[in-house]
T-cell receptor, first 116, second 118 residues
Framework: AQSVTQPDIHITVSEGASLELRCNYS??????LFWYVQSPGQGLQLLLK??????LVQGIKGFEAEFKRSQSSFNLRKPSVHWSDAAEYFC??????????????FGKGTLLTVNP | GAVVSQHPSWVICKSGTSVKIECRSL??????MFWYRQFPKQSLMLMAT?????????EQGVEKDKFLINHASLTLSTLTVTSAHPEDSSFYIC??????????????FGPGTRLTVL
């Protein structure tokens, strides 16, 4: 069965500093990989996803992630964090569940705090 | 992006009563909807997958008689927690996908429903 590990429960960075959120996955085949952000009162929003091709994926809000098969990792990065980036971030792996759909397995999330 | 709503956003009920949570896709037809449960400081756990007009498929360990899912139309799925108990208190989140046949079509998430059972 697939699994996702986000080693950091809580990260605090200063506004303007760079950010890297770690994600490791366990999956037997080529994974579908995702990063979501969850803000209070709002649904999870997709930041970016990797299905195949270029291992460096660009997403919304200036985020990017790099798929490294040898390390089973899909770390999320942002060169300069804004106060509005404070939220909970979830990494997820998708397993095809038939047709065009997939089931998501989520990590436990990393809470990002941004100091002014 | 596509919008998914949930109603109610929070509900408090007495132990032994049933609670219905609605999940609606507002601007697209959702061929498949998913229901998740999220415990505090935990990840989202997939409970079940429902396709419009079909019976839901439940994940291992999820009681189908406890969590009744109906997906009667392409824009509405409901989750009914029957005979709720305090251990059912949780944050319930739905997601929806459309564009059947598009590989890797995105799941759009609702804002969640906070259920508290007294």
């Amino acid at each position: 069965a697939q699994s996702v590990t986000q080693p950091d429960i809580h990260i605090t960075v200063s506004e303007g500093a760079s950010l890297e959120l770690r994600c490791n996955y366990s999956y037997g085949a080529t994974p579908y990989l995702f990063w979501y952000v969850q803000s209070p009162g709002q649904g999870l929003q997709l930041l970016l996803k990797y299905f195949s091709g270029d291992t460096l994926v660009q997403g919304i809000k200036g985020f990017e992630a790099e798929f490294k098969r040898s390390q089973s990792s899909f770390n999320l990065r942002k060169p300069s964090v804004h106060w509005s980036d404070a939220a909970e971030y979830f990494c997820a792996v998708g397993k095809n569940s038939g047709g065009s759909n997939y089931k998501l397995t989520f990590g436990k999330g990393t809470l990002l705090t941004v100091n002014p | 992006g596509a919008v998914v709503s949930q109603h109610p956003s929070w509900v408090i009920c007495k132990s032994g009563t049933s609670v219905k949570i609605e999940c609606r896709s507002l601007d697209f037809q959702a061929t498949t909807m998913f229901w998740y449960r999220q415990f505090p400081k935990q990840s989202l756990m997939l409970m079940a997958t429902s396709n419009e007009g079909s019976k839901a498929t439940y994940e291992q360990g999820v009681e189908k008689d406890k969590f009744l899912i109906n997906h009667a139309s392409l824009t509405l799925s409901t989750l009914t927690v029957t005979s709720a108990h305090p251990e059912d208190s949780s944050f319930y989140i739905c997601s929806a996908t459309g564009l059947a046949g598009v590989v890797g079509n995105e799941q759009f998430f609702g804002p969640g429903t906070r259920l508290t059972v007294l």
